[in-house]
């Protein structure tokens, strides 16, 4: 707590840091604890089991005598659970999100990233040095190759992507008028949310989702918007079975390096007219304040991507036939590229 004049020089120092240096980089350190706390309380089911004492959870779930209390006890210190006067534990808003039937789940992601992802950041270190997941063989299409062959990870993996689109993707049919298409293909478009959303917002819109064929066949528009919607099957990187004058990339390009995201980014330029406009929604980085960074070495160890600059955009985007015009701002940490078929 400090008085700073209007330069920014501290004139007076009041207190200190209410956590010290060392206090502040230990509970960095100790980030997993909460990442396995929250997934084991997942795996075993406890948001579906509250509300529930800690007695009552030891019962229902068959653990151990007081271990219920125990994984309670760390699940109030992180906001997920609060307790009444009685002793009985309820979910917060927060830990809600973590129950199956949340319009807004976590459940699937919790298992993601204390998982699969937990356990690709343990090779940090080697792939900064390869620039690639250590774990990869032939190249960052192995991540997706590994989930077609393994369709409850799949499935799981594409919940995750759905609870964060459909959270992510509301806003973007009010800052950019998607309605002067007639139709847009959502490239890469998983389970759909984001046509959906631009659907929902534009009554004469209708929309392609193109998806690898395992992930096509898992999914179908929901009743209202079945007479608009079709998911088709097809691979990013060959010539698409769909043509449109409108295409969004949404959280696409960052999953792969800077040569295949060119390739996809050339197939869509085939797959509109000139004139076409391609719309892609992601993260820009800003070095100033290093927003972003985390997420950045995410990519590399899972897929061998990464995020970017929007200088990098705009060069990647020129390169595939493409200029851009507007980067809009949203509601959660994405951008929207508005970009031109030249």
């Known amino acids: 707590l400090a008085v700073i004049d209007e330069d920014g020089k501290t004139v007076l120092r009041l207190r200190g840091p209410s956590r010290t240096t060392l206090e502040e980089l230990s509970g960095d350190m100790v980030g997993a604890w909460k990442t396995q706390t929250i997934r084991a309380a997942v795996e075993l089911g406890v948001f579906e089991t509250l509300p529930a004492s800690a007695a009552d959870l030891d019962s229902a779930l068959g653990l151990a005598p007081s271990s219920g209390s125990r994984l309670l006890r760390a699940l109030l210190e992180l906001d997920l ?65 590994r989930l077609a062959d393994r369709p409850v990870d799949l499935a799981a993996c594409h919940r995750t992507f759905a609870a964060y689109a459909r959270h992510d ?72 079975p769909a043509r449109s004058d409108a295409v969004a990339l949404a959280r696409v390009l960052h999953d792969w390096p800077d040569d295949d995201a060119r390739r996809i980014l050339a197939r869509a330029r085939e797959a509109m007219p000139q004139d076409g406009r391609l719309y892609v929604v992601e993260m820009i980085l800003d070095d100033a304040d290093g927003a972003g960074g985390l997420l950045d070495l995410n990519m590399l160890v899972m897929t061998g991507g990464r995020e970017r600059a929007k200088a990098d955009f705009e060069r990647l985007l020129a390169e595939a036939g493409f200029r851009l015009l507007n980067v809009v701002p949203t509601a959660t940490v994405n951008s929207l590229m508005v970009a031109e078929a030249v």
């Open 81 to 145: 659970v609060e307790r009444d006067a009685g002793g009985v534990h309820h979910a917060t808003a927060k830990g809600a999100h973590l129950q199956g039937g949340h319009e807004l789940s976590l459940a699937a992601a919790a298992g993601h990233w204390g998982g699969p992802s937990y356990e690709a950041w343990r090779g940090l270190a080697d792939a900064q040095r390869a620039g690639r997941p250590v774990s990869s063989g032939d190249g960052p299409d192995d991540f997706f190759r």
């Open 169 to 240: 993707y509301g806003s973007l049919g009010r800052v950019w008028d998607f309605g002067v298409h007639r139709h847009v293909i959502d490239a890469g478009g998983s389970t759909g949310e984001l046509a959906f959303s631009l659907l929902r917002a534009f009554p004469d819109l209708r929309a392609t989702v193109l998806d690898r064929p395992e992930v096509e066949g898992l999914y179908a528009a929901p009743a209202d918007l079945a007479d608009r919607c079709r998911f088709v099957a097809g691979d990013l990187f060959r010539p698409w």
